[in-house]
Nanobody
Framework: VQLVESGGGLVQPGGSLRLSCTAS????????VRWYRQAPGKEREWVAT????????TSADSVKGRFTISRDNVKNTAYLQMNSLKPEDTAVYYC????????WGQGTQVTVSS
């Protein structure tokens, strides 16, 4: 069982990044996917959720209108499109797949700085 995030990096304020979360070893299409983030010295914070069939999406107020969660169950991959990035979005971003059990990725660093 594995979740692997990718797509993080250094970006200037106002820029965009797309994070990917690729699953293996379990039936990804049956799992709700959530993105979280953790900034230095802060608790892990929920960012966005998408249901197993992709029909319902929710996101935190802090990212609403800027971040979009999506998924492709054929590719066993979820995405987090991040636009209009701000310095306060700097964090390690984690993917979580949840059903009766849950799995976490190792995280990918996003740094927003000029």
């Amino acid at each position: 069982v594995q979740l692997v995030e990718s797509g993080g990096g250094l970006v200037q304020p106002g820029g965009s990044l797309r994070l990917s979360c690729t699953a293996s070893g379990f039936t990804f299409s049956r799992y709700v996917v959530r993105w979280y983030r953790q900034a230095p010295g802060k608790e892990r914070e929920w960012v966005a959720t998408i249901t197993s069939d992709g029909t319902t999406r929710t996101s935190a107020d802090s990212v609403k209108g800027r971040f979009t969660i999506s998924r492709d169950n054929v590719k066993n991959t979820a995405y987090l499109q991040m636009n209009s990035l701000k310095p306060e979005d700097t964090a390690v971003y984690y993917c979580n797949a949840f059903q009766t059990s849950q799995y976490w990725g190792q995280g990918t660093q996003v740094t927003v700085s000029s």
